[in-house]
């Protein structure tokens, strides 16, 4: 057998393995360990999301059935001009972006969280939980170790804001 089509088809197998887990994490639903019993008490709410990105629809289900108002859906093939324009370091920046009454709510922040944003009402733009944890609303797996949510704000400290 040639070592070239040996090698391809070995690159082949574990690139396709490696999508099929990277798919599979994010289409997962983990929503269920994230339910609350209050609804989030906001009049407006927007999410911005990239096209075909099945987490992020999962999450603003996640996220609208927790909330009083509606959740518009805006996608664009531009998020990070968005992200950008909201003030969102790239260090502190998830796959979708919510403005919700004012505040800023940036990846996959379960409710009970957000809530207490609420409840505070401290004098920042948003939170914001970095990445795509696994077994966070609309991620898939279990969550293993503390997420820490950030501030946002106009400084350029980083401040936490919660672990959880």
């Not at 989030?40 to 096209?51: C, E, F, V």
């Not at 919700?100 to 733009?125: K, M, N, R, S, W």
């Amino acid at each position: 057998m040639n070592t070239d089509t040996t090698t391809r088809r070995a690159f082949l197998l574990a690139s396709s393995s490696a999508l099929g887990a990277s798919i599979a994490g994010c289409l997962g639903d983990s929503t269920d360990d994230w339910e609350t019993d209050e609804p989030l008490q906001a009049t407006t709410a927007t999410i911005y999301s990239g096209p075909n990105c099945d987490c992020c629809d999962v999450y603003a289900d996640y996220f609208e059935d927790h909330l009083e108002a509606d959740l518009e859906s805006v996608v664009t093939n531009d998020l990070e001009s968005v992200k950008a324009e909201f003030g969102i370091d790239p260090d502190l920046r998830s796959c979708h972006t919510v403005e919700v009454d004012g505040y800023v709510v940036e990846g996959h922040i379960p409710a009970e969280v957000v809530a207490t944003l609420f409840e505070d009402e401290p004098e920042i733009d948003g939170i914001a939980l970095p990445g795509m944890p696994a077994g966070s609303p609309g991620m898939g797996g279990q969550k293993d170790g503390t997420w820490t949510v950030y501030e946002l704000d106009a400084t350029d400290e980083t401040s936490v804001f919660s672990e959880i």
